[in-house]
């Protein structure tokens, strides 16, 4: 079974200050994603990462494939209170069904 | 972009009554649709893959007697909760793809299921 592993579960910090959510897997995935949900709504992709090693960024986020294909990061800088939500990755192994990981609340204090 | 709209977003119900919800395609022609679970502060759980025109594929654990898919065409897939109780109480999440784009998903808003 494919797992795919977040750190932190939770993270809540100041306005401004920059963070890391990171993504592990011990499966390789063809391709992986990453979204921002708000309570009571669906998952909005943020970005796809396809190549190993690949760096996508997004305004203030980063995005980072790893270069064996199974693990990423997400990395936000100068956090705002509107990047308050669940973060979640998700892993294609190449048949376009994803695998979420366990995910990670971030909340940021204005 | 493309728009998946997901009905009802919130239900409430008797146990041991079938409740349905509908996820369709508002702009675009689905071959795929997925279902997923979530429970509350959790990530999202695969439950079975919707294939216009064929049954849909479930995951392991996944009761297909208990949940029914069925998608009739190619904006629409309904899942069905058959005898539902309080246990299957959850947020349901559809998804679908382009068929030129397999690999984003786009996600319908959700539907918040109570069973009493």
């Known amino acids: 079974t494919q797992l795919l592993e977040q750190s932190p579960q939770f993270l809540s910090i100041q306005e401004g200050e920059n963070l890391t959510v990171y993504c592990n897997s011990s499966s390789v995935f063809s391709s992986l994603q990453w979204y921002r949900q708000e309570p009571g709504e669906g998952p909005v992709l943020l970005v796809t990462?396809?190549?190993?090693?690949e760096v996508k960024k997004l305004k203030r986020l980063t995005f980072q494939f790893g270069d064996a294909r199974k693990d990423s990061s997400l990395h936000i800088t100068a956090a705002q209170p509107g990047d308050t939500g669940l973060y979640l990755c998700?892993?294609?192994?190449?048949?376009?069904?994803?695998?979420f990981g366990t995910g990670t609340r971030l909340k940021v204090l204005a | 972009g493309a728009v998946v709209s997901q009905h009802p977003s919130r239900v409430i119900c008797k146990s041991g009554t079938s409740v349905k919800i509908e996820c369709r395609s508002l702009d675009f022609q689905a071959t795929t649709m997925f279902w997923y679970r979530q429970f509350p502060k959790k990530s999202l759980m695969l439950m079975a893959t919707?294939?216009?025109?064929?049954?849909?594929?479930?995951e392991q654990g996944v009761e297909k007697d208990k949940f029914l898919i069925n998608h009739a065409s190619l904006t629409l897939s309904t899942l069905t909760v058959t005898s539902a109780h309080p246990e299957d109480s959850s947020f349901y999440i559809c998804?679908?793809?382009?068929?030129?784009?397999?690999?984003?998903?786009?996600f319908g808003a959700g539907t918040r299921l109570s069973v009493l």
């Open positions: 919707s294939n216009e025109g064929s049954k849909a594929t479930y």
């Open positions: 998804s679908a793809s382009l068929p030129v784009a397999k690999n984003i998903q786009y």
């Open positions: 998700a892993g294609d192994s190449g048949t376009y069904k994803y695998i």
């Open positions: 990462v396809v190549t190993g090693g």
